[in-house]
C-alpha cells in the first residue's frame, strides 16, 4: 500500500465528524470515486482500509469506521462502543453496534 492512498485513507476518516460513522466499504468508494474525478486509477477496497486503520489509524477516530453491519472491530469493540456512545453516535437497541441509517456520513466532495 502507498503512502499516498493512506494518507487519503486516514485524511478521510480525520473528517468524520462526532456522531457520524462510516464504513470501510463507504470509504473505499468515496478514495474510488475522487481518484476517478482526478484522472487517477482507483486503488484499494474495504479490506486495504482495514489494513490501512489496524496499521495508522490509531492518530484518527478509528471507532467511527465500522463494518457493513455497523459493528466496530471485534478486538476494540467495548471501547469503540464507548467512544461512540460518548460521541452521541446513533447505536441499535442492544447498544452494540451502530444504527448506520441514522449515523452514516457521506463527505461533501
Known amino acids: 500500500m502507498d503512502d499516498e492512498y493512506v494518507e487519503a485513507v486516514l485524511d478521510l476518516v480525520e473528517a468524520i465528524p462526532p456522531g ?19 484522472g487517477r486509477t482507483p486503488r484499494g477496497g474495504p479490506r486495504q ?5 489496524g496499521r495508522a489509524g490509531s492518530g484518527v477516530p478509528w471507532w467511527r469506521v465500522v463494518n457493513a453491519a455497523g459493528s466496530p472491530p471485534a478486538r476494540h ?7 461512540l456512545v460518548a460521541d452521541g453516535t446513533p447505536m441499535v437497541t442492544d447498544g452494540t453496534r451502530v444504527a448506520l441509517r441514522r ?6 466532495d
Do not use: H
Open 49 to 53: 482500509v482495514g489494513q490501512v486503520m
Open 103 to 108: 449515523a452514516i456520513w457521506f463527505p461533501d
Open 20 to 38: 457520524r460513522a462510516m464504513t470501510y466499504g463507504l470509504i473505499a468508494e468515496v478514495l474510488a470515486d475522487r481518484a476517478v474525478r482526478a
Open 77 to 83: 469493540a467495548s471501547r469503540a462502543v464507548a467512544l
